[in-house]
């Protein structure tokens, strides 16, 4: 995917309020940027945010932190919240693999949506569900592990069963086509514009203790 560059991305987010600067700082007491406390849940790869705008204002009593590492994408997020701010809901501009040196067992749920494919096998160490992204998930979790995904790629969901299943996690829900179940869903912008197409989505839950 091609980036658009956007005037000044970098300046706007930096002077948000609901924007984490220097996150490293946080580490062991993100509940202390919320209002109240509650399960920290994660988005990672968030895009423009529509997804955990929706989840935020659906569980007013979890608290959601959406990371994106492109400025000019999670600009649009920011726009959203500035018009219609939320209290559990906060974002940060910094790439997954460095995770670790920001959260310390402190997140309850994972969601990965989307998420680029990388569908080459020379890349596939850098797919968000790879045994080295699985690993640096281990340290944030609080206890139990919960990760969910959607993605319309087969070759990275046929990928993420096997590294799940590898890793040990016990699998909750999985379908190829989300649209046929009864699973509570909120839609992405990606989603609802592969849908239109006719286009199947893949989702799964897993847990791990």
């Known amino acids: 995917m091609r980036l658009r560059n956007v005037k000044n991305a ?5 002077s948000c309020e609901y924007v984490i600067k220097n996150p490293e700082n946080f580490k062991g007491n993100f509940q202390s ?4 406390e509650g399960e920290i849940h994660i988005e990672i790869g968030m895009g423009k945010g529509k997804f ?5 204002k659906n569980n007013p009593q979890i608290n959601f932190i959406g990371i994106e590492k492109y400025a000019s994408i999670l600009i649009r997020a920011v726009e959203k919240i500035k018009e219609e701010p939320l209290p ?9 693999k460095n995770l670790e040196d920001i959260f310390d067992h402190e997140i309850s749920c994972i969601y990965l949506n ?3 494919p990388w569908p080459k096998n020379r890349h596939a160490n850098r797919r968000l569900t790879s045994p080295i992204f699985l690993a640096i998930y281990e340290n944030l979790f609080v206890k139990k592990k919960r990760i969910i995904q959607k ?23 999985v379908s ?4 046929s179940t009864d699973i509570s869903n909120i839609e992405t912008e990606y989603e609802a514009k592969f849908k239109s197409k006719g286009m199947k989505i893949n989702y799964l839950s897993v847990e791990k203790e």
């Open 10 to 14: 970098s300046e706007i987010i930096s």
């Open 33 to 36: 940027i919320f209002d109240k």
């Open 52 to 56: 955990l705008y929706e989840m935020a």
């Open 88 to 96: 559990n809901l906060r974002f940060m501009c910094v790439d997954a």
């Open 114 to 116: 989307f998420s680029d």
């Open 151 to 173: 993605t319309d790629n087969i070759i990275l969901f046929a990928s993420s069963l096997k590294n799940f299943n590898n890793a040990r996690y016990t699998f909750k829900d």
């Open 176 to 179: 190829l086509d989300l649209a």
